[in-house]
């Protein structure tokens, strides 16, 4: 049996952070899905819409030769029905989420990296919206 990875994210505005999140999590097994979160999700959690559309970013994540299957994240709270129904072997996510999906240990393995310093989808923009002034 294949065993499947699974990771969620935003994955605005991409970046070498997101690049490597992936390549470690593709590591783990033989097959890796993305859930990439709705862009409706973002508004209602992060108060902002992604730059980016879902169906944009959704492309670009599918183009990733580590990539096998992406999916739409519609809802935070779905996490375990999505787990189940794309049979995930091992949950992946970065360190900023450390502890926050332990509960799903008892249906796959829970894995989180350490995130990459020093960039991020929110410095990106800011850096663009400054005019490419360093801070
Ligand atoms: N990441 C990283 N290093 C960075 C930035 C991001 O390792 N410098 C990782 C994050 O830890 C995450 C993945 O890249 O695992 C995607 O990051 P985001 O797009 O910021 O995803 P996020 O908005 O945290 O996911 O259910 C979770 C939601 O989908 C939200």
Same mark, same amino acid.
Request: glycine fraction near 8%; proline fraction near 4%.
């Given at each position: 049996?294949?065993?499947?990875?699974?990771?969620?994210?935003?994955?605005?505005?991409?970046?070498?952070?997101?690049?490597?999140?992936? #390549? #470690?999590? %593709?590591?783990?097994?033989? #097959? @890796?899905?993305?859930?990439?979160? %709705?862009?409706?999700?973002?508004?209602?959690?992060?108060? #902002? %819409?992604?730059?980016?559309?879902?169906?944009?970013?959704? /492309? $670009?994540?599918?183009?990733?030769?580590?990539?096998?299957?992406?999916?739409?994240?519609?809802?935070?709270? @779905?996490?375990?029905?999505?787990?189940?129904?794309?049979?995930?072997?091992?949950? %992946?996510?970065?360190?900023?989420?450390?502890?926050?999906?332990? /509960?799903?240990?008892?249906?796959?393995?829970?894995?989180?990296?350490?995130?990459?310093?020093?960039?991020?989808?929110?410095?990106?923009?800011?850096? $663009?919206?400054?005019?490419?002034?360093?801070?």
């Amino acid at each position: 049996m294949p065993k499947t990875v699974l990771t969620f994210g935003t994955y605005d505005v991409f970046h070498v952070g997101h690049l490597r999140l992936l #390549r #470690r999590a %593709a590591e783990l097994g033989d #097959r @890796l899905v993305v859930g990439v979160s %709705a862009d409706a999700l973002n508004v209602s959690k992060k108060g #902002r %819409a992604p730059v980016f559309t879902q169906d944009e970013r959704m /492309e $670009i994540i599918a183009a990733l030769e580590m990539v096998d299957d992406v999916f739409v994240e519609e809802s935070l709270d @779905l996490k375990r029905d999505y787990l189940v129904e794309h049979g995930a072997d091992v949950l %992946a996510m970065g360190d900023d989420w450390e502890g926050r999906f332990d /509960e799903f240990s008892d249906i796959c393995e829970v894995v989180y990296f350490p995130r990459t310093p020093s960039v991020s989808t929110t410095e990106v923009i800011e850096h $663009i919206a400054s005019g490419g002034v360093s801070p």
